[in-house]
T-cell receptor, first 116, second 114 residues
Framework: DAMVIQNPRYQVTQFGKPVTLSCSQTLNHNVMYWYQQKSSQAPKLLFHYYDKDFNNEADTPDNFQSRRPNTSFCFLDIRSPGLGDAAMYLC???????????????FGDGTRLSIL | KQEVTQIPAALSVPEGENLVLNCSFTDSAIYNLQWFRQDPGKGLTSLLL?????REQTSGRLNASLDKSSGRSTLYIAASQPGDSATYLCAVIILTGGGNKLTFGTGTQLKVEL
């Protein structure tokens, strides 16, 4: 039973052409996260939402934005993809603070983005 | 700034061996630590989460320990199998006002051979 679902699994876009990656969850978790993982590197947190509150990492480029229209869905928008943005993008969820803070984050299978 | 290091970067062992993967972190002010498995081209599967008040956690053939004061964690895999071949990532967790923040190591790529 997939609980964090990312679509599509593979995405190809052209240099500079906007692209949107999507993530949905069936866990009803408060928090949703987006990570970028380049080849042979550690996943790097881009930003996360706690409910509707958006938290951006200081070193996340302005080219990356996110939307969370409801609890279940979260989108990653890359406004003008460059060659350096080719990576695996991972979505994760967690319950958030309180007792939920001791629960693990749940990850989707990722979307691998290629830039032509 | 928190830095997480995993040694070795790659490991190849024959089936049946017991093995230890290492994770070290520079800032001991962590909340929890989590071990993940990542298969090629896939997302992350959570293996074990150790709360800061705990010293270890066990699940089947896996045992993870945590020594916050020395900034170290180990993942012990007993009686390794070819199906254990994957990249293993550790992540230290801090609490923020808006959720948990994970800082990952670069992983240990494990290959278990027949």
């Amino acid at each position: 039973d997939a609980m964090v679902i990312q679509n599509p699994r593979y995405q190809v876009t052209q240099f500079g052409k906007p692209v949107t990656l999507s993530c949905s969850q069936t866990l009803n978790h408060n928090v949703m996260y987006w990570y970028q993982q380049k080849s042979s590197q550690a996943p790097k947190l881009l930003f996360h939402y706690y409910d509707k509150d958006f938290n951006n990492e200081a070193d996340t480029p302005d080219n990356f934005q996110s939307r969370r229209p409801n609890t279940s869905f979260c989108f990653l928008d890359i406004r003008s993809p460059g060659l350096g943005d080719a990576a695996m993008y991972l979505c994760a969820t967690s319950r958030g603070t309180g007792t939920g803070s001791n629960q693990p984050q749940h990850f989707g299978d990722g979307t691998r983005l290629s830039i032509l | 700034k928190q830095e997480v290091t995993q040694i070795p970067a790659a490991l190849s062992v024959p089936e049946g061996e017991n093995l230890v993967l290492n994770c070290s972190f520079t800032d001991s002010a962590i909340y929890n630590l989590q071990w993940f498995r990542q298969d090629p081209g896939k997302g992350l599967t959570s293996l074990l989460l150790i709360q800061s008040s705990q010293r270890e956690q066990t699940s089947g053939r896996l045992n993870a320990s945590l020594d916050k004061s020395s900034g170290r964690s180990t993942l012990y895999i007993a009686a390794s199998q070819p199906g254990d071949s994957a990249t293993y990532l550790c992540a230290v967790i801090i609490l923020t006002g808006g959720g948990n923040k994970l800082t990952f190591g670069t992983g240990t790529q494990l290959k278990v051979e027949l």
